[in-house]
Nanobody, 124 residues
Framework: QVQLVESGGGLVQAGGSLRLSCTAS????????MGWFRQAPGKEREFVAG????????YYTDYVKGRFTISRDNAKNTVYLQMNSLKPEDTAVYYC?????????????????WGQGTQVTVSS
């Protein structure tokens, strides 16, 4: 069983930045693909960004390209989401997800483990 704990959410003004972190309690973090999803009030959960096990491949949904950056530190069992130029429409609960996989890309519905989420609120 993999436990994921997110942190770094909060309230920020439009145009500001936040960095989310997700730490995994697993010995073999380096063989897990990781992703970030978000869910806004009244909306379905949507994919934001993903990173392969090796940190060499990333994927972003169109509406965050150029603003968000996903990265990972396998020595710290942690994946990050750097969010810049935040907009009010980025307001959501952000979830970290993991899948044990050496393949890439992986489908959004293949992620196996989920964190509890961290709230990000962007004021206008």
């Amino acid at each position: 069983q993999v436990q994921l704990v997110e942190s770094g959410g909060g309230l920020v003004q439009a145009g500001g930045s936040l960095r989310l972190s997700c730490t995994a309690s697993v010995r073999t973090f380096s063989i897990y693909a990781m992703g970030w999803f978000r869910q806004a009030p009244g909306k379905e959960r949507e994919f934001v960004a993903g990173i392969s096990y090796s940190d060499t491949r990333t994927y972003y949904t169109d509406y965050v390209k150029g603003r968000f950056t996903i990265s990972r530190d396998n020595a710290k069992n942690t994946v990050y989401l750097q969010m810049n130029s935040l907009k009010p429409e980025d307001t959501a609960v952000y979830y970290c997800a993991a899948k044990r996989s050496l393949a890439w890309p992986i489908a959004q519905n293949e992620y196996e483990y989920w964190g509890q989420g961290t709230q990000v609120t962007v004021s206008s």
